[in-house]
Nanobody, 114 residues
Framework: QVQLVESGGGLVQPGGSLRLSCAAS????????MSWFRQAPGKERELVAS????????NYADSVKGRFTISRDNAKNTVGLQMNSLKPEDTAVYYC???????WGQGTQVTVSS
């Protein structure tokens, strides 16, 4: 069955960096757009970034453009999110998702605080 497992979250100071990774299994990874979402306490889940099946097209929320980079390795069935210049408002649970079919990982907590 489809499985998405995130890793790499943690506590980081403002201005710092983190890299999230999502390991996918149970489907033909290279055939699907993959996305990262986040949900902060008391807020709705929002799309952070997405990447096309071959990796040639990426899209970002305005709030993260220029700071976050989504990437994928179709040979390893992984999708990553490099997060730089982190801000306190980036604090959230981050989810890896294959929107087609509505598949989600369990989430990984990112906390940006001094």
């Amino acid at each position: 069955q489809v499985q998405l497992v995130e890793s790499g979250g943690g506590l980081v100071q403002p201005g710092g960096s983190l890299r999230l990774s999502c390991a996918a299994s149970g489907f033909t990874f290279s055939a699907y757009t993959m996305s990262w979402f986040r949900q902060a306490p008391g807020k709705e889940r929002e799309l952070v970034a997405s990447i096309s099946p071959a990796g040639g097209t990426t899209n970002y929320a305005d709030s993260v453009k220029g700071r976050f980079t989504i990437s994928r390795d179709n040979a390893k069935n992984t999708v990553g999110l490099q997060m730089n210049s982190l801000k306190p408002e980036d604090t959230a649970v981050y989810y890896c998702s294959r929107i087609m079919g509505n598949y989600w990982g369990q989430g990984t907590q990112v906390t940006v605080s001094s």
